[in-house]
């Protein structure tokens, strides 16, 4: 689990890159896989049946040609090492080494057939790699080259103009079959496993963003409650629920007591400090089935389900104990005493309320509870 944590961090940061490291991570991608191919030539021709498999000159051609790709793989490579410092996201670049990236790999599958499996991973899994890591128009003129190149040699062949699958021998028995297969497995396997292991961890990735994304709109950034979106989302939903099994329901609004005087006093960000104070405390003494958010400026809304009115008071007192006990200390060590009205309002009669009576009569209780002292609660009944 750590592992996967890390490698997509890592994906992650990588998409950060700039141009010219991101086609880097192309060329390292590459320079392997001639290699590959090098080491599949020099396997088959020191087999006792080669002649029944390949054409030994043309593998002797291919192995010229990759031994070219892999230079010319160091060479791209060692210019985009010199890039990367003057001109990081020189753009052409990354059109260069995409442009390399299919054709090259066009013409190794050229050699063993242009409609084998790895000729169709090559032209299905390039773009998954590259619309991921890439931009996207370099991506699709790759492919679009790729795709035009394939199709352009296969119609060739197919007319005779140039031969199909040059490298390989017509298959005669089963075991030049097999040796096609595993081949061909050869070829695509650590291509397609690179693919599929980046895609898997990319997706989680973003899914896994998208899920932070989620949860930071509908935080709200300072005290890390519910913010007003999200805690009337919870309010709808609490409606939902006691209409299908009718339960109490208590809402509640509060306001901290004279919190402009703080910030005018001590500055806002103390006010903020006080804030962040009071939102803990309400987290921390609210049971886990409430809801806490802040409604807006230095109000909170509480949600609290299957609570009857007189529940409720009790939970609330304890909330209001609670902000008069917290401990706010200025920078010159003076002691704020936070204090808050409380109004509150219970849905358990019918008909059912739609929220926004509901916090209208919660509002009308914290005005009560403001006129009425401060520091107190305020309970709006609601009548049958």
């Not at 001639?34 to 030994?56: E, G, K, P």
């Not at 990367?84 to 050699?111: D, G």
């Not at 961890?201 to 896994?208: K, T």
Request: include cysteine.
């Amino acid at each position: 689990m750590l592992l996967n944590r890390n490698l997509r961090l890592r994906l992650a940061a990588a998409l950060e890159w700039s141009a010219v490291d991101k086609s880097l991570v192309l060329i390292a991608l590459l320079i392997p896989l001639y290699f590959q191919y090098i080491l599949w030539s020099l396997y088959v021709l020191n087999r006792t049946d080669r002649d029944a498999l390949i054409h030994v000159d043309v593998v002797h051609f291919f192995m010229v040609v990759e031994a070219w790709l892999i230079l010319a793989g160091i060479g791209l490579a060692l210019v985009g090492v010199l890039l990367r410092r003057r001109w990081p996201n020189l753009l052409l670049y990354q059109y260069v080494t995409l442009q390399f990236y299919a054709l090259s790999l066009v013409l190794m599958s050229y050699s063993i057939g242009t409609l084998s499996f790895c000729a169709g991973v090559v032209l299905l899994g390039g773009p998954i790699f590259g619309f991921i890591l890439h931009d996207r128009l370099p991506v699709w003129l790759a492919f679009i080259t790729a795709l035009f190149a394939i199709v352009g040699l296969s119609y060739a062949s197919v007319f005779g103009y140039i031969p199909y699958a040059p490298v390989r021998m017509v298959s005669t028995d089963q075991a030049s079959d097999l040796f096609w297969m595993n081949s061909t497995l050869f070829f695509a396997a650590p291509f397609l496993a690179f693919l599929t292991l980046m895609a898997d961890q990319m997706l989680a990735w973003w899914r896994v963003r998208e899920e932070r994304i989620h949860q930071l709109s509908r935080t709200d950034a300072l005290t890390n409650l519910h913010n007003r979106r999200s805690i009337l989302d919870l309010l709808d939903q609490e409606l939902v629920r006691i209409q299908r099994k009718p339960i109490p329901l208590s809402v509640v609004i509060l306001d901290l007591d004279h919190f402009k005087k703080v910030n005018d006093t001590w500055g806002h960000p103390m006010g903020d400090r006080v804030l962040q104070i009071a939102a803990r405390v309400l987290r921390e003494t609210l049971r886990e089935s409430d809801h806490v958010g802040r409604y807006g400026g230095e109000e909170f809304m509480l949600i609290l389900p299957d609570t009857r009115q007189a529940d409720a008071l009790i939970v609330l007192e304890r909330c209001r104990q609670q902000l008069t006990a917290a401990d706010v200390i200025t920078d010159n060590q003076t002691r704020l005493q936070v204090t808050a009205s409380f109004g509150l309002v219970c849905q358990d009669k019918m008909p059912l309320l739609a929220s926004q009576q509901l916090i209208q009569h919660a509002d009308e209780a914290l005005y009560a509870a403001k006129a009425n002292g401060r520091n107190r609660i305020e309970v709006h009944a609601l009548v049958a």
